[in-house]
C-alpha cells in the first residue's frame, strides 16, 4: 500500500492542470521544490527547522494535522514560518534565464490531495493475521519507531585534524583568502569559552555510562530512558537533574554526543531550552553545544527547531545561558547547510547585539558566529540592510574585538551593497589610519586590515579616489617594504600594483576577480596549537 501511496501522489501532481502549465526545458535545482509538492515553489517560506516549503503545502499540512517524513528521515517543524526571499529571488532568477514561466501559485484542492496521498502512504497496513485488532493494539502500532540513522556531510568548513583534548587554553586560526593564488591567511587567536569547573553542573553527581556501539533508533538502554523520563518529567527538580545528566554525559564522551542526538532526546531537550527556570536552562543549552560539536549532529539539531530557542536564549536569558547560545550558534554555523537557515531564522540582529555584551566569552563566540554566517550571499546582504557597517567600524576603532570585527567586514566587503555602505561610511580612511598610527593590538589584526582594504578595492572606481584622498600608498608602501608580514605584503602589493594601474577600467585583473568574485572569503584553514586544541570548532565542552 506504501509503493501504491506514492505513485498516486506523482499521478495526482501530473494530472494538476494549475501545476502542470509548462514543463521546463531545463529541470530546476532541488532547492527551488517543494518536497510536499513536489512543483517549482511560488511563495517559498523557511520553517523553524531550516527546510524551505512552498507555503501553501504547510497550511493543507497544518490543516490535515500531518506532519510529513522528508527524504532524509527528519520531520519538518512547522511552527515558525519566514518567507525565504533568497530562494524567491533565484526562482525568478532561473525562470527569467530559461525562459520558464514562473510558477503560479498552487490550488489548494489539488495540494490537499497530495498530502493525504502521502498521510495514506504514510499509514501503517493492518496486521493480516489480526484483522480484529483492538484499538489499543493499533496504537501501539502506530507508536513504533521508524526513523533511520541520518548521516550527514562534512561540512567544508570543519576543523582538519581532529583533536581530541579538552583543555582550555589557546589556538591559532587562520583565514584563506583566494583560490588558485597564494592564500593569505587572516591569523587570531581562538580561546575555548565557557568551560569552568565552578558551574552549576557540578551540583550533581552521576555515572557516566558506556554508550559507545549503540544504535541511536534501536531501543534506549535502562540509563537513556531514565534520562529522557527525567527530562519529560513535570517536575522541575528532575528536568535540572535531567539537563545536568546529559551535559555531563555529553562533555567528554564523543559516542555519547553521536548516540544521545535521536529525536528522542532532542525533543524534551528542546523543551528545556525554553524554560525560564535558569539551571534548568543553563545546563540544557550547555547540553545542546556539546552535541553540536560533532559534525553529523549540526544539521540534525537545527531540524529539530532549536535555532528560535537559542535565539530567544541570546536574547534574554541569564549571562551564562547567553555565553552557551552564542557558543552554540557559532558551533551551527560551521556547516554550511546550516548557515542561510540561521540567518532567516533572526539570528544576525540578536548576534550582532551580542558583541557589545558584558561577556567576553559571548562577544567572542558571537563574532565567529557572524563571521561564518556571512561566508554566506544571503546573510551579508541581511547584515548590511540591518546597517551594521558603522557600528562595526567603531568596535575596530575603539579596539574591541577588533581581529574578529574586521574579519566580518571583509566578507561584508565581498558584496556590492557591503562595499559600497563601507566606503559609504569611511572605512577606507578607517583602515588607513588605523595602519598609519600603528593603533591595531597584533600582527594578525595588521593582516586582517589590510585584507579588508584588499576587499574594497575589487572593481571600484570610489576606492582609488577615497585612498587617494587618505593617502592609502605611502601607507601601503610600508607594509609592503617594511613592516607587513609575507601576507600583508602580499596584499598590500597587489592593492598598490592596482592603483597605479594604466587606465580606471582595466586594473581588475583576472587574478583580482577570481579572489573575490567566487564567494571571497572562501574557507577556513586552522592551525591548532598544542596547549588547547579541541575537535570542530574552537569551542568547548560545557
Not at 288 to 306: A, M, P
Not at 415 to 444: H, K, Y
Not at 499 to 514: F, K, V, W, Y
Request: one cysteine or more; charged letters at 25%.
Amino acid at each position: 500500500m506504501g509503493g501504491n501511496g506514492k505513485h498516486r501522489w506523482r499521478i495526482s501532481f501530473h494530472r494538476n492542470s494549475k501545476l502542470e502549465q509548462q514543463q521546463p526545458k531545463h529541470p530546476p535545482p532541488n532547492e527551488f521544490i517543494c518536497p510536499i509538492s513536489g512543483s517549482l515553489m511560488s511563495d517559498p517560506v523557511v520553517v523553524a527547522s531550516g527546510q524551505t516549503f512552498e507555503r501553501l503545502s504547510i497550511q493543507v499540512c497544518n490543516d490535515l494535522s500531518f506532519s510529513p517524513t522528508l527524504p532524509d528521515g527528519t520531520r519538518p517543524d512547522f511552527s515558525t514560518i519566514i518567507p525565504n526571499l533568497n530562494i524567491r529571488t533565484s526562482i525568478q532568477n532561473w525562470c527569467r534565464k530559461t525562459k520558464t514561466v514562473h510558477p503560479p501559485a498552487p490550488d489548494y484542492s489539488s495540494l490537499e490531495r497530495i498530502v493525504k496521498d502521502a498521510m495514506a502512504a504514510a499509514a501503517p497496513p493492518p496486521p493480516p493475521s489480526e484483522p480484529d485488532i483492538r484499538v489499543s493494539e493499533k496504537e501501539l502500532l502506530k507508536a513504533v519507531p521508524d526513523n533511520p540513522p541520518v548521516i550527514f556531510s562534512h561540512a567544508a568548513t570543519e576543523l582538519g585534524p581532529r583533536v581530541n583534548h579538552f583543555n582550555s587554553g589557546s589556538s591559532e586560526e587562520s583565514v584563506v583568502i583566494g583560490g588558485a593564488s597564494p592564500g593569505t591567511p587572516l591569523p587570531f587567536t581562538v580561546r575555548p569559552t565557557c568551560f569552568s569547573s565552578s558551574s552549576s553542573v557540578s551540583s550533581v553527581e552521576i555515572t557516566e555510562v558506556e554508550i559507545q556501539g549503540q544504535n541511536p533508533s534501536g531501543p534506549l538502554s535502562e540509563e537513556e530512558e531514565k534520562l529522557v523520563a527525567k527530562m519529560k518529567s513535570n517536575e522541575v527538580f528532575e528536568q535540572e537533574e535531567g539537563a545536568i545528566s546529559l551535559r555531563n554525559l555529553t562533555r567528554s564522551s564523543e559516542e555519547a554526543r553521536v548516540s544521545l542526538c535521536t529525536h528522542r532526546v532532542l525533543s524534551p531537550l528542546r523543551s528545556l531550552v525554553a524554560s525560564r527556570y535558569g539551571v534548568v536552562q543553563v545546563n540544557a543549552v550547555a547540553s545542546l553545544v556539546n552535541l553540536s560539536l560533532e559534525r553529523q549532529n549540526k544539521v540534525r539539531i537545527v531540524r529539530s527547531g532549536f535555532v528560535p530557542y537559542l535565539i530567544d536564549a541570546l536574547k534574554g536569558g541569564s549571562s551564562e545561558t547567553q555565553e552557551h547560545a552564542a557558543g552554540a550558534l557559532f558551533s551551527l554555523a560551521l556547516d554550511d547547510d546550516n548557515k542561510m537557515a540561521i540567518g532567516v531564522l533572526g539570528a544576525l540582529q540578536p548576534l550582532m547585539h551580542a558583541l557589545r555584551s558584558e561577556s567576553e566569552r559571548t562577544r567572542h563566540d558571537s563574532a565567529l558566529a557572524l563571521y561564518h554566517l556571512t561566508l554566506v550571499q544571503s546573510n551579508r546582504v541581511k547584515l548590511v540592510k540591518l546597517g551594521v557597517v558603522p557600528t562595526l567600524l567603531s568596535m575596530v576603532k575603539s579596539g574591541t574585538l577588533a581581529s574578529r570585527v574586521l574579519l566580518i567586514l571583509c566578507n561584508l566587503a565581498v558584496c556590492m551593497e557591503g562595499r559600497t555602505a563601507m566606503l559609504d561610511a569611511d572605512a577606507v580612511e578607517c583602515f588607513v589610519g588605523l595602519l598609519r598610527e600603528n593603533e591595531l593590538d597584533s600582527e594578525s589584526t595588521r593582516e586582517n586590515c589590510v585584507a579588508a582594504l584588499y576587499a574594497l578595492s575589487h572593481r571600484s572606481l570610489r576606492f582609488k579616489g577615497l585612498a587617494r584622498e587618505a593617502r592609502a600608498m605611502e601607507v601601503l608602501k610600508e607594509v609592503a617594504e617594511v613592516t607587513g608580514t609575507e601576507r600583508a605584503r602580499e596584499k598590500a602589493k597587489r592593492i598598490l600594483q592596482m592603483m597605479r594601474a594604466a587606465g580606471d577600467g582595466d586594473d581588475d585583473g583576472s587574478e583580482h576577480d577570481g579572489v573575490l568574485e567566487s564567494g571571497g572569503l572562501t574557507r577556513m584553514r586552522y592551525r591548532v596549537g598544542g596547549s588547547g586544541g579541541r575537535n570542530n570548532a574552537n569551542t568547548t565542552t560545557f
